[in-house]
T-cell receptor, first 113, second 118 residues
């Protein structure tokens, strides 16, 4: 079974700093997708970024970028120039085939003014 | 586009009663919808996968007679918590997967429903 592990329960940085959230996963499949979701205090799940496993190029979305290391089964999220609105729970997620998302435990990120 | 709504957003009920939560895809058709449960400060736990016109597929450990799921149309799935008890109090989130011809599309999440059973 696929598993997703986020080893950082909580992180805290100052506004404008760069922060990296870690995620590792376990799968025997070759084709799959990885996601980072953000859950702010409103609890609405928001897609931050996604990565197709067959693409070697790391995905980027404005201030958000990933470091996808397929061989190491690692998928970290880098947030540059962090803003107060980035404060949220961040979930790494994996999906393959049947489109059943598998979530990590989450990382609570706090951006301090 | 790709908006998913849930109703109600917050419900309080007495122990022993049943509660229905609706999940609607507002601007797309969803052949598959998912129901998650989230406890405070924890991750989302998949409860069941709902396919339009067929029976839901429940995850291991989820009581199908307790959590009734109906996906009667391409835009609506409902979760009914039957004979609710305080331990059923939780945050319930649905998501919808738009139909495409063979390619993966991300799931779009509803805003969630907070259930409190007294």
């Amino acid at each position: 079974a696929q598993t997703v592990t986020q080893s950082q329960p909580e992180m805290s940085v100052q506004e404008a700093e760069t922060v990296t959230l870690s995620c590792t996963y376990d799968t025997s499949e070759n084709n799959y997708y990885l996601f980072w979701y953000k859950q702010p205090p409103s609890r609405q799940m928001i897609l931050v970024i996604r990565q197709e496993a067959y693409k070697q190029q790391n995905a980027t979305e404005n201030r958000f970028s990933v470091n996808f290391q397929k061989a190491a089964k690692s998928f970290s999220l880098k947030i540059s120039d962090s803003q107060l609105g980035d404060t949220a729970m961040y979930f790494c997620a994996f999906v393959q085939g049947a489109q059943k998302l598998v979530f990590g435990q989450g990382t609570r990120l706090t951006i301090n003014p | 586009g790709a908006v998913v709504s849930q109703h109600p957003s917050w419900v309080i009920c007495k122990s022993g009663t049943s509660v229905k939560i609706e999940c609607r895809s507002l601007d797309f058709q969803a052949t598959t919808m998912f129901w998650y449960r989230q406890f405070p400060k924890q991750s989302l736990m998949l409860m069941a996968t709902s396919n339009e016109g067929s029976k839901a597929t429940y995850e291991q450990g989820v009581e199908k007679d307790k959590f009734l799921i109906n996906h009667a149309s391409l835009t609506l799935s409902t979760l009914t918590v039957t004979s609710a008890h305080p331990e059923d109090s939780s945050f319930y989130i649905c998501s919808a997967n738009p139909w495409t011809s063979g390619s993966l599309v991300e799931q779009f999440f509803g805003p969630g429903t907070r259930l409190t059973v007294l």
